[in-house]
């Protein structure tokens, strides 16, 4: 008859408290973000540095929120206590707490309308595709040589940005695609005007830096490299056209670096998360596009002073150099003596190199020995007073010392120590130990404090 073996069960993973909150949130990301809540504002704070923390609350339950100051900037109210709203943005754990916590991205007044329901949906699925990553925007060049522009030939944030360009950098030519910014049509229109900007910037992406000048004279060819997307502010559905998902997805192939100057600073669309740079406003984004001329010229005529003091140098250290090597070939006899000196100082060192130093490392080991002997002897008597110090210190705790003093030990008769009246009851037996002794005792009375 065979033997049955127990069966022994693997012992449970032991966690870390960091690892084991890490893993919480990063089950809480998978399984529910993006994830969009409504309840009731409680406890309200925004903090000095612009982020504002609250909890969201209902008749059954309540969940932390912290929302940052990006994400506050664009609120288009102000937030009250016990405020109804819907939010948008993820679960996690907030690890230094071990709490769950959602970080807000949107907030609207419960009951909004169904615009802002399409604005937050269409961008967590952008973002969830990797568009608006910090990795695939495109740096802005140093040297501009030519300025696209995407707007209506009718709004005013084009005179904006004209004013912008003339007065900061009037050298760079400008190439404007009209586009309608408002209206049914205005997505469309809006993505043709970029596609065509797109294809000038292509046939002119070999072109050579020297001959932009005469690249302006052929048409279609003038150089494109950056681009200005810009419209005045208004309201959401103002705005709407400039989020359009066929559009954002034209803005992310752009070849060239794009520059968004949408509204107001606390205008948001979902184009701004996918340009390469946001500005608050169109005439931001015409001085945030090119280096001023005047800047320009400076580092122009800085350059050339640094250009000129070094080639008065060079010609001057060479001057030196040639004076020295006439001296020298006028004297060659001097210079065999120099050598001949040279020489025999090398000679007489070699001689008697190998003793100086056998004699410096018998100093250096005498000296380490000396210093080594001092620290063994300041390490022995440091470590016997500690010694000493932790002897007092253990023959202070000794409870016997305790029970000198007055105090007793109680215990049950199974030998448990009591320390509280809670855990005795009348007619109990107990033992009392003295400092000398044990004494038997039964509880009569209890009295709590």
Known sequence: MSEVLPVRRAAPQVWSVGALCHAIADALDARFNPVRVAGEISSFVRAASGHCYFSLKDSSGQLRCAMFKRAASGLAFVPREGQRVEVSGRLGVYEPRGELQLVVEAMVEAGEGNLYEQFVLLKARLQAEGLFEPERKKPLPTLVRGIGVVTSLGAAALHDVVSALQRRVPHI?????????????????????????????????????????????????MPIDVILLVRGGGAMEDLWSFNDEALVRVLAQSPVPVISGIGHETDFTIADFVVDLRAPTPTAAAELCATPLEQLQDAAGYLQSRLQTAVLRKLDRQ?????????????????????????????????Y????????????????????????????????????????RLGA????????????????????????????????????RLSDGTVDMQIQALRLS
């Open 173 to 221: 030519p400008v190439l404007i695609a009209p586009a309608s910014v408002q209206g049914a049509n205005a997505a469309t229109e809006l993505a043709q005007a970029l596609q065509a900007l797109y294809a000038v910037a292509a046939r002119s992406a070999e072109l050579d830096p020297g001959t932009a000048a005469s690249a302006r004279t052929a048409k279609g060819a």
């Open 319 to 351: 001057s030196q150099r040639l004076d020295q090597a006439a001296s020298r070939a006028g004297r060659p006899a001097a210079l065999v003596s120099r050598l001949q000196l040279r020489l025999a100082s090398v000679g007489q060192r070699m001689a």
């Open 397 to 432: 705790l000794d409870p016997q010392l305790v029970l000198k003093r007055g105090y007793a030990w109680l215990q049950d008769e199974a030998g448990q120590p009591l320390t509280g009246a809670a855990q005795m009851h009348t007619g109990q037996r107990v033992q009392a």
């Open 353 to 392: 190199a190998p003793g100086q130093q056998l004699q410096a490392q018998q100093m250096r080991l005498l000296a380490s020995e000396a210093v080594l002997r001092n620290v063994a002897h300041q390490s022995t008597a440091h470590q016997r007073s500690r010694l000493a110090q932790l002897g007092v």
